[in-house]
């Protein structure tokens, strides 16, 4: 009996043994082409508020998204316009070639502006201020804020870019109840400094920084 004889019961049965597979694979292209049209231009992409590279500390995603959606909350930020963006910068020193990749994606999301403020232990901050990635924290928080935390003894001095002048370029994050919560930090000597920044990020950064440093 050939195919055009088979009743249509009969003949959904032979399709379906005989080409099952292909439906599958058909209909999972199918639904991963409509998903990724939605990502890509129906769903919201919330604009980056302020960019926090955490470096040398590992952060799971479970608590970067926890992390993220508390500093957002805190922010009294719409997450539907706008977000908090942390970046992870942790590997195994060991690794050569995962080490290799880790500087590559930092120094490319520092040179496109995709992260703000910089977080790191007193030994890649060290490094961060010789290779003048930081700016003096007066310009961004102003001499006030930098004398609160020089009264606390929070502040670390390192050489200005432009001047070579000493002055205060990153604060000590070990008051920070927020990231104590996470123990993210903890145990260690470890900073935060601000990178140059177009204009327009300046005010959501102190903002964030801000929240980031409250007791």
Known sequence: MTFKELDFKAKLEHIWIYYKLKIFMIGFLIIAGLSLIYTMFVKPHPNNYCGIAMYG???????????????????????????????????????????????????????????????????????????????????????????????????????????????????????????KKYDLYQGKDSYVGFVIMPEEYKESTVSTFNVIMAE
């Open 57 to 179: 500390q590992f952060l799971s995603m479970a608590d970067d998204d926890a992390l993220t959606g508390e500093i957002d909350k805190l922010l009294g930020l719409d997450t539907n316009k706008n977000t908090v963006e942390i970046e992870c910068f942790y590997s195994d020193e060991a690794d050569v070639m995962i080490e290799a990749e880790l500087n590559q994606k930092f120094n490319t999301y520092l040179y496109a502006s995709q992260f703000n403020m910089i977080m790191a232990d007193r030994e890649f901050t060290d490094k961060f201020i010789a290779s003048g990635y930081y700016v003096p924290l007066e310009k961004y928080i102003g001499s006030e804020a930098v004398k609160t935390f020089e009264d606390k003894g929070l502040v670390l001095y390192g050489p200005d870019p432009d001047t070579k002048e000493n002055v205060p370029i990153a604060v000590k994050l070990s008051n920070s109840a927020l990231l």
